[in-house]
């Protein structure tokens, strides 16, 4: 009898000390779960003014790195194009930017191509008007057709649009015959713009235009 | 006359009492402008050294509830942070580096090799026949061979080097169930709490971040922006 009172009380302990840790540690992770830690101790007080003097020379450098005039940022998630001037956007264009695609080649040199359209900055290297597009190896090996070895034979009309702007390793800003597939990931990397975004883009920047793609 | 002074007397303590008061919270306002400035200096400095070239970084802006991708002090992209979990106390001095992106189902590349039996996909960019006009179409029509924002996972985490875990995800996307809430629950305010005492040590007690968006293309736009070694600051 008492033996077994005994082990009801040990039992009853062990609950007992099982809900206080249990509830103790719910306490404290609720708390630390929800409080963002305040790490960065503050400055003294004699050290205010020249602490406020430096904050706001960073803030005038950081000023001095943003874009000067126009300037291109493309979306490659979103398949979007805005035509920027300081924080006000003068154009918005629905576009299609790489579609992410592998092509290898089959045979001898496997050789391989990501169509990924490049992130990071790049600058209007030319425009061309009425672009005729040099298809490279990768355009014929992606139709299964035997590549030409004269130049002749890569030039094709049309295709680009009515104008180019060149940012670089071939890949260009162009204009498209499949405007049903603005909006998607389907080109090879360029970035493809519809006719009267293009026409308006094409106008206002010039050579030089920063261009930022993410 | 003694009613008076008495009144006098409760008076002029209710008056101190105000007055103290107002200092005092003269002082803790001063107290928190000093903080703010302190996090403002070290949270500019930190951006300038990553503004100065030309690669994009993201800002973890925890307290002001946005992440941003940037470059040179310009912002990008800014997602809206709906709820938040964090548990830890990470070292966030200066920048920290994406070191992996880790998710269940990972978005994989579709490969074509032409003239085999496995590479016949449909190749979006197929031109239409000479003369043939081009009928402006939703883009739900097509189902496009091609890596989209829309193949990117809507839940996955981000281990930095300073030793942060992320979870990343859409409150659409959450699992109701009444298990599924329990094991959270248990994950977030048992096990990780008692961790440091009965877990296996200081492995466990990684500091973890755990952010919430409201919509699932949020996650998935992060996912696709956030590449490895992407560099930025947490706030």
């Not at chain 1, 404290?28 to 305040?38: D, H, M, N, Q, T």
């Not at chain 1, 670089?168 to 080109?187: C, E, K, P, W």
Request: proline share 5%; with cysteine.
């Amino acid at each position: 009898m008492v033996i077994k009172r005994l082990l009801l009380a040990a039992a009853a302990l062990a609950a007992l000390g099982f809900l206080a840790v249990f509830g103790a540690s719910y306490f404290i992770g609720l708390k630390a779960a929800s409080a963002w830690p305040v790490r960065i101790p503050p400055i003294a007080e004699k050290d205010v003014a020249k602490v406020e003097k430096n904050v706001q020379q960073i803030e005038k450098r950081l000023a001095g790195m943003l874009p000067k005039g126009l300037y291109i940022v493309i979306d490659t998630a979103a398949n979007r194009l805005y035509l920027k001037n300081g924080e006000q956007v003068l154009r918005e264009a629905v576009v299609s930017c790489g579609s992410g695609v592998v092509l290898e080649e089959p045979g001898g040199k496997k050789r391989s191509w990501v169509f990924d359209t490049p992130r990071g900055e790049f600058s209007v290297k030319n425009k061309i008007t009425n672009p005729y597009w040099v298809k490279p190896d990768w355009a014929f090996i992606e139709e299964g057709e035997k590549i030409p070895r004269g130049m002749e034979d890569r030039i094709e009309a049309g295709t680009l649009g009515d104008y180019a702007l060149g940012f670089g390793q071939g890949f260009f800003i162009h204009g498209t015959l499949y405007t049903r597939l603005l909006g998607r990931n389907v080109t090879h990397g360029c970035v493809r713009v519809g006719d009267e975004d293009l026409k308006f883009v094409f106008k206002s920047v010039s050579v030089g235009t920063k261009i930022y793609i993410y | 006359m003694s009613r008076k002074k008495a009144a006098g007397a409760v008076l002029a303590a209710v008056v101190a009492g105000f007055g103290l008061s107002s200092l005092a919270a003269a002082g803790r306002v001063a107290e928190v402008d000093r903080s703010a400035l302190a996090r403002k200096q070290e949270a500019l400095t930190a951006e300038y050294g990553l503004a100065k070239d030309a690669n994009f970084y993201f800002v973890f802006d925890v307290e002001g509830r946005k992440i941003e991708l940037r470059v040179k002090g310009m912002v990008l992209r800014s997602w809206h942070i709906a709820g938040m979990r964090f548990w830890g106390r990470p070292d966030f001095a200066g920048t920290v580096a994406l070191a992996r992106k880790t998710t269940l189902k990972a978005p994989e590349r579709i490969i074509i090799k032409p003239g085999q039996e496995e590479s016949l996909v449909k190749v979006p960019a197929a031109k239409p026949a000479a003369g043939q006009a081009v009928t402006p179409a939703t883009s739900a029509d097509y189902d496009l061979e091609a890596l989209e924002l829309r193949d990117m996972p809507g839940k996955f985490s981000l281990d930095f080097d300073n030793g942060l875990h992320v979870t990343i995800r859409a409150r659409s996307g959450e699992a109701p169930g009444l298990a599924a809430r329990l094991k959270d629950a248990w994950r977030w305010y048992v096990a990780m709490p008692l961790s440091p005492v009965v877990g296996k040590g200081r492995a466990k007690t990684r500091p973890e971040l755990e952010l919430v968006f409201e919509d699932e293309k949020d996650p998935q736009a992060i996912y696709w922006h956030f590449f490895d070694g992407i560099k930025g600051i947490i706030l």
